[in-house]
């Protein structure tokens, strides 16, 4: 007898798959655009320089010791995560009715976020873009929601926005429902709202009483200005929306390992956030406890610190400007091979994500011939594109373009 064999196989994850393949592959060409993680111009993981200093500082603070932290985390961490998201000057913050919550990374705030959303609310419907960050229905799924439903977000035809589509979908949204937005660099298209559109979808949402619940993974490393990637965010706010967004330093501070997060929560009335906290608080001792201390020591570290600070924001105003030289060389690239289409999409893009346009089947054979692992979507990661490899990568392009239909 055994209890598991029942137990069906689980469909692989794409990325982590693409990964393996292209760690077994010994092609000397190959190229990794599947993973989302940044790469330096010789194509290496970077730990930044504020890391290791902070990391120094903290390692000879013998004050610091390895107790738990509470349950919903450092203090100093989520305080500062939600000022940097809302701004200083935000309404929610001089009125003390926003607060934030330390999580395991952006997916943990999203989880923590979505079974509140789920079991303490009784919301069982959410919407997410189509197509979508894959993890995002599993997350809100496994959290108790029961239903999945999609916004039109991008149009293949015109490699854009679709803003009629997006609109028309969340107006017909039952009252109640949670619609997820990606605060800036949509993943997977790496196309985002202007600030135009985010006022239309800002009306929508109030008007249908829908509730919004944004994922900012990439404050400051999608254009290099931490204010600017708010925007949305700082918006909706002023226009008197309570909201959700997780926060993730996975990209921006690239701690990917540390599972460093924050749930930002804006409220409307401030008598009612002891009990909000209280039902978090339990949301988290049933599910992991509390959180690691060593990411959020480092980005509160570093925050804190005025010279750490303005050196951070140099480091993702490198990230981010050499991911977007990249779209830039591969546009010019593509275009010089003459390969079929129009390229200015690569660079209307931002972020670490670009929907190429290659459909399943192009992508695919991107993979088998030329060794260059991306999503079957089309979608390829920014940041696996270095000066050694962009013209490589746009020749591929061109053939397989040229060959696959």
Excluded at 279 to 303: D, K
Aim: charged content about 20%; glycine content about 8%; aromatic content about 10%.
């Amino acid at each position: 007898m055994s209890w598991f064999s029942s137990v069906e196989q689980g469909p692989p994850i794409e990325v982590f798959a693409l990964t393996k393949q292209y760690t077994e592959d010994n092609f000397p060409q190959k190229v990794n655009l599947g993973a989302g993680a940044y790469r330096t111009d010789e194509g290496k993981p970077w730990v930044l320089p504020v890391v290791r200093a902070a990391e120094k500082a903290l390692a000879n603070d013998e004050t610091l010791n390895k107790e738990y932290l509470p349950v919903l985390g450092l203090d100093s961490f989520s305080s500062l995560s939600t000022n940097m998201l809302l701004g200083d000057d935000s309404p929610a913050i001089v009125e003390k009715r926003a607060f934030g919550v330390q999580t395991l990374s952006g997916s943990g705030a999203l989880r923590v976020g979505a079974e509140f959303l789920a079991k303490k609310l009784g919301k069982t419907i959410f919407y997410c873009s189509t197509p979508n960050y894959e993890n995002h229905k599993l997350v809100f799924l496994s959290a108790g929601f029961q239903e999945a439903k999609e916004y039109r977000y991008w149009d293949q035809e015109k490699r854009g926005l679709d803003i009629e589509g997006f609109l028309e979908d969340i107006s017909n949204a039952p009252e109640g429902s949670i619609i997820i937005l990606h605060a800036c660099a949509h993943n997977p298209t790496g196309c985002d709202p202007t600030q135009e559109h985010w006022e239309q979808i800002a009306q929508v949402i109030k008007h249908k009483k829908l509730f919004p619940f944004f994922d900012s993974a990439y404050q400051g490393f999608a254009s290099g200005d931490l204010d600017k990637d708010a925007w949305a965010v700082r918006f909706f706010v002023s226009q008197g929306l309570e909201l959700f967004c997780a926060q993730s330093y996975s990209k921006n501070f690239c701690l990917y390992n540390e599972r460093t997060g924050n749930l930002s929560v804006v409220m409307n009335n401030p008598s009612e956030i002891a009990a909000v906290k209280s039902q978090i608080t339990l949301t988290i001792r049933g599910m992991y406890s509390n959180p690691p201390s060593h990411g959020a020591r480092i980005v509160s570290y570093v925050l804190s610190n005025k010279e750490l600070f303005d050196q951070w924001k140099g480091n993702i105003k490198t990230m981010s400007s050499r991911i977007i030289e990249m779209r830039k060389r591969l546009r010019e690239e593509l275009e010089q091979f003459g390969t079929p289409g129009t390229w200015n999409h690569i660079t209307d893009q931002i972020g670490m994500f670009s929907y190429t346009g290659l459909n399943e089947a192009q992508s695919e054979h991107m993979v088998k011939k030329h060794h260059i692992y991306m999503l079957r979507s089309g979608r390829i990661c920014m940041c696996g594109i270095i000066l050694s490899n962009v013209e490589y990568v746009a020749r591929a392009i061109n053939e397989t373009l040229t060959s696959i239909h």
